[in-house]
């Protein structure tokens, strides 16, 4: 068993408008089973940032409790990082957020973590609208304890303990929708051509974005007959259509024909251009969005790619209408405008 | 592309960069893993078994196989592959054990072999086990060709040498030495069942300028020389010297007159220094040992006053490429230089001679006077006459010598049995599978970070006293441990089985240097762009596998795999696995 990764990478690695090689963007060695679907998303993430040239250290990463939890330790090495309690990551990346609005919230979930004993908190942080990319790596069971069942996992499920599962599953992608919030994805660890597409644009939209990415437990939850392992899922899915993201500096080159493309100019001038095979979505439509997830599910089928997507979303700062500068920034000038200004207000509400 | 055909030895063989490099095909990666294992005797003989004179080539081997090195490409220094060789023999214990049993009954075929350097001797060590009578024949006074005449024992030691050569002679050979063979034909008339030549290229080039002849005794072929200094008809050289040529000729010649007496002593070449022949190391120890190397110096005349030589004259000229690269030396316009010196040693080059091979006897020769020999099975237009060496193709080295004699081992074998020569033995492969538990292996994985080791050096006041002091000390074994480790055992390959793999992606992430990809399949040229990394280095191949059930292929570039085991360590199902690879050429009597 290896312990460490060698240090020698290609040397023809592609480096980023910091300079920065793929590599500067990895973390420790995987500690997760072999084939895991969590280190393949890991994998994404990676080359998401790497791709958006953002500098590590404004980038950080949060989590709950489980293997999905543990995985911000093996990328972005160089990033902010809390391993906060099972399932209270969202009320931390809220208190950080409102803290210093200039990071890049990172926030790294399992089924577990996000649907059964953070429930709470997540409906909360969707409903908030807060300003970050919010990623479920949804295996559909307890994978650090066990293997589980767990509250994602679809009815009649039947995991690597032999037993179908009794409850309807929950649809994290749907809940989200229908709790307000204005970025929803879903796709698949072993899918990489789809999702680091999404991350990109999870990662450039202001607001709440949410990608559930399916994610097998290869140990636990893997065998034929359950819907979260890979066999099934590639029996099962169906794209919305695929995403192209364009940074801002990159020309539009590529034309396509009207209606099936969109084009959503992002909050920093990048564009996402989605490419839709579904006919009857569409995406920046909550109503229609919550629908043809729905269809596909009531069919047994897995919807993924983009599903749904607020040009006009307004996040948490900008609902608060807090101070440009982040707080952390402010001086103790800025905070205690002193007794004059004290008794001004007093005034005012007197 | 199609699906990568690994059932063929030749594609898991040139993954072994160094071995596939290797004229003689050395199974490195075998070697350095006992040397790690303190398995000297064991390592050694895995080196005699395909080189034949580990502890000569140990010292002196031109190693093509270290800029094959995969170590280059994904670091900057190769493995000392070369100096780890002359750690087995150093540590070897006694091989008498390990050595071919020859037989007293012989099997009534007799040979001979014209010269007894390199590439002679391995013909003889290949067939002598088989029963044939061999006679050798030699005008040295002992065997070892040029290895003994040429190579200065400063770095070959005489002991080193004679220790390898002998166990050859010693192989119930008749030797003829100190004997000129004047006539091939003489030879085929003793009723040979076949002759093999291996007379070397023995001619040094001279440099015809005016003045040559008035400068008399103090200008010599370096060759001859060198040769005079070994066998101790020279025991000194004036103060001032002057070598001219940019090759390992050159460098012997000024190292060897540093310890003859030479103090000013100074190479000139006509080239750009980056463009000499003289290997990298050659130079280094050459300027260590405080010889200046005068590059883009054209010689151009011998200065004789009173009828003695007092210097040479050079033009300086700089090296213009043309797009092709090719180089035209264009003259500055600086005047002539003048150098000073009591003697010249032209060390510019060698040729062939064949005045001793009359050409009526069926031996064609071609181009350059030069035998017309076959390039695989080194039988010339006389069936029963073979070439091997730099007799065959011209100068080249040790141990192309070495692999020459054994295929002509092989065709002589052929030969004398009414077999085919063409009918060339496939070489011996295995794979056999690393894994020694879950995500385990039996050989070393992990990748060491250091540094190319350096080979210590006897201190400079002592080598330059004495020509026979060893410069190189050698690696002790500690850090020829060290070195070893280096090694990325590239033998053991990483061998995918499709109908295993569950796409999971976890081989690509996990892979240090992006090796792995699975895309749609495409030709090769749009492949090699659309890889994880992208693939440029043309040499080395990609493996494709068959189409998987998502309607990819997988395709790993071979160019800069670590060997590390990483992929196969996160492969939930073990499509990847790790498996050691043998490679071994055929040799005379071995085939199955
Ligand atoms: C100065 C110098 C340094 C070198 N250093 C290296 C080095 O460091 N590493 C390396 O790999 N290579 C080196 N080489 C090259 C290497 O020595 C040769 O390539 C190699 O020895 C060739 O082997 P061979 O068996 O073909 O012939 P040779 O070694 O040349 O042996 C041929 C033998 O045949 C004898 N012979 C020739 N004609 C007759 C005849 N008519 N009758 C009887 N005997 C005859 C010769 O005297 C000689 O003993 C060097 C060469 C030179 C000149
Ligand atoms: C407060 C608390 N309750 C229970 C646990 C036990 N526990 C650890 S991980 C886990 C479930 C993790 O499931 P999920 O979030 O889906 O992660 P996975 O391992 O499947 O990636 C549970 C219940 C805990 N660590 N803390
Ligand atoms: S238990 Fe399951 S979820 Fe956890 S690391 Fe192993 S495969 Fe991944
Ligand atoms: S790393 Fe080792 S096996 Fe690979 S080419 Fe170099 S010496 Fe040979
Ligand atoms: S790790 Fe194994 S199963 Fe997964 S993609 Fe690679 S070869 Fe296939
Ligand atoms: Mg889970």
Redo the contacts between chains.
Sequence with gaps: ??Y???????????VNELGFT?ADYEGSL?TL?????H??I??SIIRACHELSIPPHKIAKLSGIGCSSKSPAYFLGKSHGFNSVHGRMPSVVTGAAMANRDLLYLGISGDGDTASIGMGQFAHVVRRNLNMVYIVMNNGCYGLTKGQDSATADEGSVSKKGDPNLFAGIDLAGLALQLGATFVARSF??D?EQLIPLIKAAMTHRGFAIIDVIS?C?TFN?NPESTKS??FF?DHAEATGTVDFVPMREEIKTRYPAGSTHEVTMHDGSVIRLHKTSQHLDPFNRVSAMRVLDEHRIKGDILTGLIYLDKNSQELHDVMQTSQRPLNELSEDDLCPGNRLLKNINAALR | MKPTDIKNPEYFHKVVDCQYACPAHTPVPEYIRLIAAERYTDAYMVNWQSNVFPGILGRTCDRPCEPACRRVRVEEEPVAICRLKRVAADNKGDITAFLPKIPAKKNGKRIALIGAGPASLTVARDLAPLGYSIDIYDNQFAGGGMMRSQIPSFRLPAGVLNEEVELILDMGLTVTFDTEVESLKEILDKDYDAVFVGTGAPRGRGLDLPGLKEAGDQVHLGIDWLASVAFEHTDAISKKVLVLGGGNTAMDCCRTSRRMGGEDVRVVVRSPFEDMKASPWEKEDAMHEGIPIFDNHVPKEYVVEDGKLIGMKFEKVTAEYDEKGKRSLIPTGEGWVFMEADVVLMAIGQDNAFPWIERDIGVDFGRWDMPKVDKVTFQSTNKKVFFGGDAAFGPENIITAVAHGHQAAVSIDHFCNGKSVDDRPPPFTNLVSQKMGVHEWIYDNAVADDKRYIVPLAPLEETLKDRLVEVELGFDEDTGYKEAERCLNCDVQTVFEEARCIECDACVDICPTDCITFTANGRVGTLREHLSAPAKNLDQDLYVSRILPTKRVMVKDEDVCLHCGLCAERCPTAAWDMQQFMYNVAKAGQEA
Aim: with cysteine.
């Design positions: 068993m290896s460490q990764k060698p240090k020698f990478r290609h040397p023809d690695l592609a793929k995987s089973c072999a084939g895991c679907g280190d393949s890991s994998g660890s072993g990489k097998p290869v893997n890979y066999e590639r």
